[in-house]
């Protein structure tokens, strides 16, 4: 078992920056992919971006591509969503997961979940 806690989220206005963090603790965090998903008002839970492992491979959604950076740091458990660019419609509230044995692309497949952060972006 692991548990996440998520900071680093806050208001800002459009095209500006924020980086999320999500502190992990319990089982080795490198045993998990790790993934960032964000919720919406009036939304489902959609994905952002995942990483692998050992961090050597990223995804992303492709709302986010090109804008959002996902890393981790495995000897301080900790992983990270660094933000550009950020638009109004970037407003949610961004969840850290973890996935034991598939790749943190789909919610229902989420293992373990943080109590997320809220992003705001105002225009």
């Known amino acids: 078992q692991v548990q996440l806690v998520e900071s680093g989220g806050g208001v800002v206005q459009a095209g500006g920056s924020l980086r999320l963090s999500c502190a992990a603790s319990?089982?080795?965090?490198?045993?998990?992919?790790m993934g960032w998903f964000r919720q919406a008002p009036g939304k489902e839970k959609e994905f952002v971006a995942a990483?692998?492992?050992?961090?050597?491979?990223?995804n992303y959604a492709d709302a986010v591509k090109g804008r959002f950076t996902i890393s981790r740091d495995n000897a301080k458990s900790t992983l990270y969503l660094q933000m550009n660019s950020l638009k109004p419609e970037d407003t949610a509230v961004y969840y850290c997961?973890?996935?034991?044995?598939?790749?943190?692309?789909?919610?229902?497949?989420?293992?373990?979940w943080g109590q997320g952060t809220q992003v705001t972006v105002s225009s």
């Open positions: 319990g089982r080795t965090f490198s045993s998990y992919v």
């Open positions: 997961a973890a996935d034991i044995m598939h790749t943190a692309t789909m919610a229902r497949l989420i293992d373990y």
């Open positions: 990483i692998s492992r050992r961090g050597g491979d990223t």
